[in-house]
Structure formats: C-alpha cells, structure tokens
C-alpha cells in the first residue's frame, strides 16, 4: 500500500469501509437479531424510546420502531394472547362437562331432598314458622345456598342446621301476646321495683309503660288487638305482664279483665296504707308544688280527727274494699300479694314465692340486688339470660324512692287508727299478715 500513490490508497480504504459497513448494516439493520429470545420470555431493550418486545408460544413480535406501529403490535399481541385464553378454556370445559353435568344432577336431587325437609318442617309448625320472617330468611338461605353444595357431607351438614335453625326460631318465635299475668296494683306500692325485678328473669316479658287499659274508656274503646299490640314480643315460654296500679282500685276494670281472660294471674303489691297516703301526696307535690299541705288535704275540718274517707289518698288505702269487688269475678287462687315493705328490705323470699306463683323457673337471687347506699334503696343487676346474668346494674329513678314531705306524728297515727280494722279484714281475706302499724 506504501508504494501506491495516496488517491489510490484513499479508494481502497474507501472500498474496503464500505464493505465491512455493507456486512454490517447492510444484511439486516434490525438490531434485535443481536438478541437472544427465547419463547415465552419478555425483554426490555434499549430502554428509553425502545418498548418492550413480547413473545409467546413460539412466536415472535418485532419491537417496533415507530410508535404507531407498535400500538397496532401490542393490539396484535393482545388479540393473539385472547385467543390463546378462549382456546384453553375450551379445552377445560370439554374436559369438565361430564363432571359438571354429574354436579348439576347431584345439586338437584340435593335440593329436593331439602325441600322436602322443608316441607315437612312447614307442616310441623303451620302458620307460624313459615310466616316468621326468620324462618323466610332461613328458606331464602336454603335456595340460595344450593349452588354451593358440591358433595353430601356439606349437604347433611346444610340440612341439619336448616333443621336445627327451625327449631330454634321455633323456640325464639315472637309475637304480642297478651299478659297471663297484670300487675294491677297497688299505686306507690313498689310496682315499678317489682316489674323491674321480674324484668331479670328470663321467662318474663314485661311491657315498659303504664298501659291503662281497662281503667280508661279511650284506651279500652280501642279494643283488644290494641291492647295486645301494648305488649313487648315474647316467646311461647315467656309470659308476658303488664302493671296498671289504678286497675286495683277501678271499678268495672275486674269484668273487663275477667271478659279478656279468666285465668289471668292477678298480683298486688301492698304497702302500710299511711305510708302509702304520704308517697302518693308527695308524688303530686312534686308535680304541684303549690298543693295544699297533707293535713289539710286529709282532715274534713283543720285540727278535726275526722278523715276525709273520699281523698283518693284514703280510699285506695282500703284494700279490702278494692280486692271485695275483684273476688266477684276472680277466686282467691288467681290472686298474689306482695308485701311493699319486703321487697325494698329483703326482696328475694318476695321474688321467690311470686315466681312459684307465675310457675316460672326460680332464678332471681340474692345476687341480682344491691343496695345503693346513696339512693337508700335495692338496686338490681342485670337480666338474666339462659347463658347468665349480663351485668347491667340499675337503679329506679329519681321519682321512686323519693323525700317525703313532713307530716305531724299525730296526724299519721289518726290515719293508722283509720286504716288498721281495714287492714285488719284484709290479712284475713288474703291469709297473711303484713304487720302494719
Ligand atoms: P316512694 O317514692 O314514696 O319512696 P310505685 O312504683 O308503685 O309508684 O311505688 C313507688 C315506691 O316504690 C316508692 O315510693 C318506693 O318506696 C318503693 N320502692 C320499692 N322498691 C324500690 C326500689 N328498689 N327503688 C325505689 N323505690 C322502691
């Protein structure tokens, strides 16, 4: 090369470039043919303006140079891999269909087998199971639940809680019943403390408000499924008990108690009448403060030892008249009295003895009471549940177990002298003594 003149040495080295450049470039310019690709893998090259090239099942996608070709590619790309997909499934539904088809007919025969089961539960308990929004829900279950049953050991297990869960909305059925048992007096003697206790027990349902049903014409007008609509749901074990102290002392309130039911359990709550006079006239002070005091109220004349016998006051206090005209409708069995002073001073052999009479289990005991020293009266703790006692310990309200306000010794012991031959003729219609003074 050394002894060929220069322009001649330039065409050579010209040539020569030109060709290694031709080997090059010139073959093919696609740099991807410098990678290794292997079916399935997916490689990002030259990152930055260069996208990602994807291969799968053996075949291969250029990565594009320009953009809009590599949109079109990706859509390729997308519609080959749909493809492939539909193509998979295919195949798994054909390999499946007879298992399917065998499922299918399993999951039938399943579900005839649970409806007649339902069918028999639906005779077992007629209208009222089927009508229970529970039971409802339960059967909705049922049906929606078909298609998740895959073998038989799931279905017996569906089956037996089907049947389990009737029952046991069976024996949770609630309805509005009417009482078996009414509270029906005496006012200010302890009634919202006694239905407060019997509220702990767990076969009672007690109705939260006064409902006056009896007493007042307005309510009364408005017929039984009116009242009935008063009471709180229970269940077919429970009883369910209303208290209305004024029924004790209504007239006509006995025949129409009597007209609604014969056997219902009539309770009264009883206290020393005096006291009974004080606690009534100071729960009206509270709401009438300008009241006149308790003597006047109660004496005919001022300083005179004559009592005002027509003072509501008075006259509720003279039981034995109230319970004379009850027994006109009810024998004596159908009656249970309570004594005021126990149940805030030792209310459990009071609880006790009334849930004998109810025939209720007897659960309430010395521990569902505590006294409250501040309130100076028994607390009570919790309801009972069939699982035990949830704490819930509480107080009556601020308008039971309210001040009195003062009332003379003298006047007090006139109106004991006043009620003691009363009271005397009612321990012996009601066969106990309370021991009033
Ligand atoms: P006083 O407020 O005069 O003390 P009723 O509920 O029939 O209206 O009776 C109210 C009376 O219940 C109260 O009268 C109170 O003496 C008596 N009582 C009985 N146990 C009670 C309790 N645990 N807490 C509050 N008051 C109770």
Request: net charge positive; aromatic share 10%; hydrophobic share 30%.
């Amino acid at each position: 090369m050394e002894n060929l003149p220069s322009p001649k040495r330039i065409f050579i080295v010209l040539i020569v470039s030109g060709f290694i450049l031709y080997l090059i470039y010139g073959v093919n310019t696609d740099t991807s043919l410098f990678l290794a690709i292997k079916p399935g893998s997916t490689h990002s090259a030259n990152k930055g303006n260069r996208s990602t090239a994807v291969v799968r099942g053996g075949s291969s996608v250029k990565e594009p140079k320009q953009k809009d070709e590599w949109k079109l590619n990706f859509e390729e790309i997308s519609d080959k891999q749909k493809n492939l997909k539909n193509s998979t499934d295919d195949v798994v539904l054909k390999t499946s269909k007879k298992e399917r088809a065998s499922q299918v007919e399993n999951s039938k025969a399943k579900r005839r087998e649970r409806t007649s089961q339902v069918r028999v539960d639906k005779e077992k308990y007629p209208k009222t199971v089927t009508s229970d929004p529970n039971i409802q829900l339960l059967l909705k279950e049922n049906s929606d639940a078909d298609d998740q049953l895959t073998d038989d050991k799931q279905s017996r297990k569906f089956l037996s809680n089907v049947k389990n869960k009737v029952v046991i909305e069976e024996n949770k059925q609630q309805a509005k019943r009417f009482p078996s048992a009414i509270i029906i007096g005496v006012k200010k003697g302890g009634t919202r403390a006694l239905l407060e206790i019997l509220r702990i027990h767990p076969d009672i349902r007690a109705s939260g408000p006064e409902i006056h049903f009896f007493d007042r014409d307005k309510n009364y007008n408005k017929g039984l499924e009116w009242y009935r609509d008063q009471m709180p749901l229970s269940r077919p074990d429970q009883i369910t008990i209303e208290k209305t102290p004024s029924y004790f002392v209504t007239a006509g309130v006995p025949a129409r108690v009597y007209q609604m039911s014969k056997s219902v359990k009539l309770v009264v709550i009883v206290r020393d009448p005096t006291r009974r006079a004080v606690s009534d006239y100071a729960q009206g002070l509270a709401k009438h403060p300008q009241n006149p005091p308790f003597e006047k109220m109660l004496l005919k004349y001022p300083n005179s030892k004559q009592i005002n016998e027509n003072w509501p006051k008075v006259r509720i206090g003279r039981y034995v008249e109230h319970y004379r005209r009850w027994l006109e409708y009810f024998p004596p069995e159908q009656f249970h009295f309570v004594s005021g002073e126990e149940i805030v001073h030792n209310p459990v052999p009071e609880v006790k003895a009334l849930e004998k009479f109810l025939k209720i289990r007897g659960l309430i005991k010395e521990k569902n009471f505590y006294f409250n020293k501040s309130k100076g009266f028994p607390c009570f703790v919790g309801k009972l549940t069939s699982k035990g006692i949830k704490s819930e310990p509480h107080c009556l309200g601020s308008d039971k177990g309210r001040r009195h306000p003062p009332v003379r010794k003298s006047v007090l012991n006139l109106l004991q002298d006043y009620f003691r031959p009363f009271n005397e003729k009612f321990y012996d219609m009601v066969k106990r003594n309370f021991h009033w003074p």
